[in-house]
Each structure stands twice: as structure tokens, then as C-alpha cells.
């Protein structure tokens, strides 16, 4: 076994491919880029950045790592608070295994993974066919997939991980192995909802669906934000209490309590989303329109479908998100909320981009509706989440942070009383198992995979 040192030396000499790159100085300026992350809570140094440049690169790296005993972490699109790791190991950044190619008979896009959802979003766009992706325009499509993938679409075609119909994944033993459901079909199901935790996986193919299922005839989507004063607050919460249960309209949406250029006053703004035409979305929205809030919205084409919410996904600065599912809007609960931000503003005035929402996606058509298998994402009954985006720049604001967003799920959850809550994988590691993978027998079903395929917790140490 190879110190840490002599193995990044060892990395550095291996037979990797000519477009691979081993950066071992963290003075230099692409070790630097490679490092910056959607959130700087918990950012370390690593003691080498290898950015693979072929799927044999993956193998290659892996198995060395195994070999040599050295830790590392995977990172794709950088959006995550775990794709980090200290000087004792390395980041594998597969950030440039870029190749996307679709199957015209099935529909189906096959990506690697360096592909961000808008460029997935573009690829599947210029095919007339989409994707049922998550809403970070530069965050890694697979990551998000594995994770589950909650998405503007879900209603309509499902979560992002029901749509996994293959993958290629390097195992803790440092193979390549093919999954789908002829060939090691066992991780069809862990990859589905928990696929972060069981190897790199570099490249999956995803079920894509005609742009007609969007409801218009040109591919469009009616979205954009709705700016309302905090004085409206009250009727904004009240009016989004009928519509974000209303299962029959092809709509979702997300309102978000923050505070708005110019005067940064606390505001809350509505990303509503309809599948239709705009006068049936303005028709359906009208409660809302009448309030005359700022509005940008209007049809845009399918793949300009997260701009709207682009600033929420810039890199650096202190971030994290936090969440529960919750079953509908308590208009007193979220005027509560609105208290506890504002209270946060005047500890923190650096915590003003902290965003508290909720989302929902009710809509659930019978003809549209798919039967998807059981997977081990399991919040498939959630159809309303709190979702809370802690974000501030100075590091001493930390503790007073995690208390404000602590006290808003402790308020929306007691109304709620429900337990176990659910709380979603992709933003949090931190909760109980039992809380981001609801069921007894879906955590066995992990546990007994994690321990036959990931015993030496190569991948976290998650399930063991
Ligand atoms: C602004 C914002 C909006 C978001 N919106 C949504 C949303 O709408 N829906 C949703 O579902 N999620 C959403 N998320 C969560 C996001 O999907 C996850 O954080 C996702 O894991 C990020 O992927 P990444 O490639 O950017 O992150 P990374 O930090 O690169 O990776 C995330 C995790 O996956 C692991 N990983 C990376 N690449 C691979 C790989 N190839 N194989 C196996 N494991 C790998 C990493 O080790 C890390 O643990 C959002 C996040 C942000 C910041």
C-alpha cells in the first residue's frame, strides 16, 4: 500500500487517456476551478483532482484507489455539500465524459457523466422529445437522477430515476458492469432513488418522452416568476392553498419567501408552471394575475424552462438545503415562516438570498400517468415539499442559520404531525435513513446490496 503522496504520484504516471488530467498543485488555476462548488460549507482540499477523460480513465483511477486503499469522492456538477474530501484522498471529476446520443425508435437518451441538465434539456429539445429533469440548469444529470430527480415534469412523466432503463456503473471492486433489466437487474432498483451510494456510475440511458406531452403545439411550457410584496402574503398563500391540491389542472409550481433586487425587501416570489396554452394558464393563474404582481411570465420553449430560477444555482458562497414533504399550505404556518426569515435578515443580514418554499405537483393524470416499478426513491406519495435554501457569506452566521431553518421545519412539520417525515436524498444526508428511504422493507433491500456489492463502504458508508 502506497502512502497518499507516492499514490497521487503513481496517478500521475498511469495509463491514463490523453485528454485525462491529474492536478496535484492546488495553487494552480484549473485546480482551483475544478474546486469550486455550488456551496462552500464543508469544502476541503483534496491532495489531487484526476478529471477522467474516458469511462476506461474511471475503471483505471478506481481501481487503483481500491488497491492502494486511498479514499476519494466522485463529483460531477459540483452541486452537492459531498463531492469534497480532504488532502488524505482525491476528487475523481468526471465532469468531461460528455457524449449524448439518442435512439429515435424509443426515445431513449443515453448521456454520460459531465452532462448538466440544460444541456440534456438542449440535446433532447432539438429532437423534439424531453426529459423529466431537476431544476439546476448546471447541476449534473446522473447525480441527480440517482438521487431520485424531483422535477418540474414528474407529474406528467414520472421522477427522473423511474425513467432509468440502463446504466454503466465502476462497482466497489473496480469493474465495469452493465445494469438494466436483463443484466444485473438487482441495481436497476438501488440506482433508482439510491445510485449515489453503490459506484461511479458513467453513463445511463433515460426514457424521453414526445414534446407533445407538454400540452402545447410548439413545445412551450408556461412558466417565468411572479413578484409579490410581503404585504400580499396572506392572499398569495391562501390562493395557492386550492390550487396547489387541484389534481386535474396540468400545473406545479413553487413560492418562495426571500428578498428581491432592487430595495431587497422580503418578497415572495411564485414560479408557477401549467402545461398548456397561455390563455388556459392566465385562466387558471387569473386568482393570482389579479393580485397585479411583476410578472415574466409567459410560453417558453422547453429547455429555457429553469431560467427563471438560474440564481439559485451559481457556485460559492455558505448553502444548503433542508426540506420535508408536506400534504398542503397552512397560510398560518408559512405567515410564521415569513417572521422567522425576517428575524433571520436582522441577525444575518448576509443570509438575505435564503430562500424558504414550498413546491407542489399535484397533477397526476390517469392517461398520462405511467406504472412505474418499485424503486428505492420513496417518496413517490409526496406531492408538496418545504424546501429550504439556507445561504449566507459570512461563516460565523452558521449556527444562527441552521436555527432559523431548524424552527421552520419543527413549525411546518407539528402541524403536519406526520412522522416519519419524508425528507429528500438529494439535499441532505444528514437525516435518519429511515426518513430518505421510507420503508423497512426498502432499507433492508439496500442494506443487504450495500453489503454484498459496497462492504468496505467505498461509496459512503451509508446502508452498512
Ligand atoms: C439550485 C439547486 C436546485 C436543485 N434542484 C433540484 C431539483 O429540481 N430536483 C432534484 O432532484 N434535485 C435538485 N437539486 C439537487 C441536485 O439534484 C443534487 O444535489 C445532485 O446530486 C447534484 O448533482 P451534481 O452533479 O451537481 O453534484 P455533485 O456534487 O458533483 O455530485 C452529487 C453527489 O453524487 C455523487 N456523484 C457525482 N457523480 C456521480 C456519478 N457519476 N456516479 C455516482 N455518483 C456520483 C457525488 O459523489 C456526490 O455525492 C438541486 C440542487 C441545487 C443546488
Known sequence: MLSSTSFFQELCAAKLSSTSRVLTDSTDKAFQQCLLRWSDIGRSTPGAIVLAGS????????????????????????????????SEGFILDVRDLKNISVDDA??????????????????????????PLG???????????????????????????????????????GTLIRVSSTENSEFLYALRGAGQIFGVVTEITLQAYPISILGTS????????????????????????????????????????????????????VIPVYFGEAKDA??????LLDLRPFSTCGNVPYPKINDAGEAFGVKGGFKRWAGAGLKRINVDDWMKVISIYEKLKISCPDAVPTGYAIEWNAYAPQEKRTNFEETSFGHRDVHMWAELLSW????????????SEAEVIKLLCQTESTEPRSVYQNWTRDAPLEHMYPGSERLERLKALKKKWDPNGIFTSLFL
Request: glycine share 8%; hydrophobic share 40%; with cysteine.
Open 55 to 86: 469511462e476506461d480513465d474511471v475503471v483505471t483511477v478506481v481501481s487503483l484507489a481500491i488497491k492502494n486503499s486511498v479514499p476519494f469522492v466522485v463529483c460531477s456538477g459540483g452541486h452537492s455539500l459531498w463531492s469534497t474530501i480532504g
Open 282 to 287: 392566465e385562466d387558471h393563474y387569473r386568482s
Open 135 to 173: 431544476t439546476a440548469n448546471t447541476a449534473g444529470v446522473i447525480p441527480m437522477a440517482l438521487g431520485g430527480g424531483l422535477s418540474t415534469f414528474s407529474g406528467i412523466m414520472g421522477y427522473t430515476s423511474d425513467n432509468i432503463v440502463a446504466a454503466k456503473m465502476v462497482s466497489a471492486s
Open 218 to 269: 410548439d413545445g412551450t411550457v408556461w412558466t417565468g416568476a411572479l413578484i409579490f410584496p410581503v404585504t400580499q402574503a396572506e392572499k398569495v398563500y391562501s390562493i395557492l392553498t386550492a390550487l396547489s391540491v387541484n389534481t386535474e389542472a396540468p400545473t406545479m409550481g413553487i413560492c418562495i419567501v426571500t428578498s428581491t433586487p432592487p430595495s431587497f425587501n422580503t418578497s415572495l416570489i
Open 392 to 403: 449566507f457569506t459570512v461563516s460565523e452566521s452558521h449556527d444562527q442559520v441552521i436555527r
Open 106 to 131: 424509443s426515445n431513449q437518451i443515453t448521456l454520460q457523466s459531465g452532462i448538466l441538465i440544460s444541456e440534456a434539456n438542449e440535446f433532447a429539445w432539438k429532437h423534439d422529445i424531453c426529459l
